[in-house]
């Protein structure tokens, strides 16, 4: 899986809207500060999640981006779907609209296991988690493995 620019700015906006104080607005500009990420390119993000109900916001002095829900029930696979669609497409199809003949049959059952163990991460890691710093259990374990650090 290649993650985007657009995709990792998402998810580091969305948990720093998680780790602020929900009452108050964050604004944008100190989103992009805090994360390093470049503001033209952030407000887009931003109009992204908006869409996608993961965020809202106000105009104005008072204005800014808050969470639209708490942050232990969005997922990285909600913001992952916000700004760029499914985890896992072939060609842009659904790995289980897809059909190959002969040898490559298998294939499409391939495709459909690498998108279950994406969902197996991203759905279960909530902004919430990250913002604290404690991950679940079997996604400590997965990232504790050496092996998982070695680029292939």
């Given at each position: 899986m290649r993650i985007s620019a657009k995709?990792?700015?998402?998810?580091?906006?969305a948990v720093q809207l998680a780790a602020a104080d929900g009452d108050k607005a964050t604004k944008g500009d100190a989103i992009a500060r805090a994360q390093g990420i470049p503001l033209k390119f952030l407000e887009n993000i931003l109009g992204d999640l908006r869409h996608a109900g993961i965020v809202r916001s106000q105009r104005g002095a008072e204005g800014g981006y808050w969470l639209n829900r708490p942050a232990n029930e969005i997922t990285v696979a909600d913001v992952i779907r916000a700004v760029e669609g499914p985890l896992a497409s072939v060609r842009g199809q659904r790995p289980e609209d897809i059909a190959y003949e002969g040898p490559a049959?298998?294939?499409?059952?391939?495709?459909?296991?690498?998108?279950?163990?994406?969902?197996?991460v991203a759905e279960q890691v909530t902004l919430a988690d990250i913002a604290a710093g404690a991950l679940p259990e079997h996604v400590a374990a997965l990232a504790s493995d050496p092996e998982a650090w070695v680029t292939r």
């Amino acid at each position: 899986m290649r993650i985007s620019a657009k995709v990792d700015y998402a998810v580091r906006a969305a948990v720093q809207l998680a780790a602020a104080d929900g009452d108050k607005a964050t604004k944008g500009d100190a989103i992009a500060r805090a994360q390093g990420i470049p503001l033209k390119f952030l407000e887009n993000i931003l109009g992204d999640l908006r869409h996608a109900g993961i965020v809202r916001s106000q105009r104005g002095a008072e204005g800014g981006y808050w969470l639209n829900r708490p942050a232990n029930e969005i997922t990285v696979a909600d913001v992952i779907r916000a700004v760029e669609g499914p985890l896992a497409s072939v060609r842009g199809q659904r790995p289980e609209d897809i059909a190959y003949e002969g040898p490559a049959e298998p294939l499409s059952k391939v495709w459909i296991a690498v998108r279950a163990s994406l969902r197996s991460v991203a759905e279960q890691v909530t902004l919430a988690d990250i913002a604290a710093g404690a991950l679940p259990e079997h996604v400590a374990a997965l990232a504790s493995d050496p092996e998982a650090w070695v680029t292939r």
